[in-house]
């Protein structure tokens, strides 16, 4: 935990220390009629970035402490461990990239597999009622061509009316 915490510690002086430079103290206090040497503005400068960090670094423990981070971390070993015995050494794991076109693509492609699923099933029944419809018509189009035959049979039969 002490490691998190300095790395932190680092990180928190290297933004604040780029944010706001001596230099900067030395032209606001100059534009507000105020002169600052340099020694000064650097004092200053050091004892308010000092303020900063101790307040982040203190609002930084009690996260820690109050979310129990430290115990979260240790656990991490161990979850890695799990994860190689039920899956194996060379897995590839889950790694968010923080674009969520990129980081839902799993899920999405369960849904869109499921989806196809179901399209495929709707197309083999279709094409199943395609099949019994198609036999249906050439059925209708035996018994309507026989009874065509009938028809003309009758028609030719029977003599034209005469007048």
């Known amino acids: 935990m002490d490691n998190l915490q300095?790395?932190?510690r680092i990180l928190c002086y290297k933004i604040a220390d780029e944010a706001f430079k001596s230099k900067d103290l030395q032209r606001l206090s100059k534009s507000n009629g105020c002169k600052v040497d340099k020694k000064t503005a650097g004092e200053i400068r050091e004892r308010h970035l000092q303020q900063f960090l101790?307040?982040?670094?203190?609002?930084?423990s009690k996260t820690c402490s109050g979310?129990?981070?430290?115990?979260?971390?240790?656990?991490l070993a161990d979850i890695r461990e799990e994860a190689i015995e039920r899956h194996g050494a060379d897995a590839q794991g889950y790694r968010p990239v923080g674009d969520p076109r990129f980081d839902t693509l799993g899920i999405q492609m369960k849904c869109k597999e499921a989806y196809c699923a179901r399209l495929q099933e709707e197309i083999e029944a279709l094409d199943e009622r395609i099949g019994e419809n198609k036999t249906v018509n050439?059925?209708?189009?035996?018994?309507?061509?026989?009874?065509?035959?009938?028809?003309k049979e009758r028609l030719a039969s029977k003599s034209p009316p005469t007048d």
């Open 67 to 75: 979310e129990e981070i430290e115990a979260k971390i240790a656990r």
């Open 54 to 60: 101790t307040g982040v670094m203190d609002d930084f």
């Open 138 to 151: 050439e059925q209708n189009t035996r018994v309507v061509k026989q009874l065509a035959e009938n028809i």
């Open 6 to 8: 300095e790395s932190f």
